[in-house]
């Protein structure tokens, strides 16, 4: 995320009331990219008034996660990650991603990755 992003900070906003919603059965980490720093992060934390802990990325993180073929990043982007620290999806902003970022739609996913598997037999 940016700091600067309007985007970013409706999805802050979501995140925050994720955590409200899930408690303890999610984790929050919000990494800021450049060109943000450290008085806008501030300033953005206190605005919003943001509770899960925001790390500063000098393009390292999302480098490694993204991969880019260009050096533009597509902001915001989520990961959701499940217990097991696998990647079971991301999501970067676009059209098709609206409701992640600006809707209910990240509760929708949360929802599936927090459902009880399905031991494959059938119930009666």
């Known amino acids: ?3 600067s992003c309007d985007h970013c900070i409706k999805f802050s906003a979501i ?10 059965k999610i984790a929050v980490l919000s990494v800021v990219n450049p060109p943000s720093e450290q008085k806008g992060v501030a300033d953005y934390i206190a605005k919003g008034k943001i509770k899960s802990p925001i790390v500063f990325d000098c393009g390292q993180v999302s480098y490694s ?3 880019p073929s260009s050096p533009n990043i597509i902001i915001p982007h989520v990961f959701l990650i499940d217990a097991d620290g696998m990647i079971r999806n991301d999501f970067g902003f676009g059209p098709s991603t609206m409701s992640i970022f600006e809707g209910k739609g990240l509760f929708t996913e949360i929802d599936k990755m927090l459902a009880p598997k399905s ?3 059938s119930k009666k």
């Open 1 to 3: 995320m940016q700091v």
């Open 15 to 24: 995140l925050e009331q994720a955590k409200i919603r899930y408690g303890d």
């Open 119 to 121: 031991g494959g037999g």
């Open 65 to 67: 996660y993204l991969k």
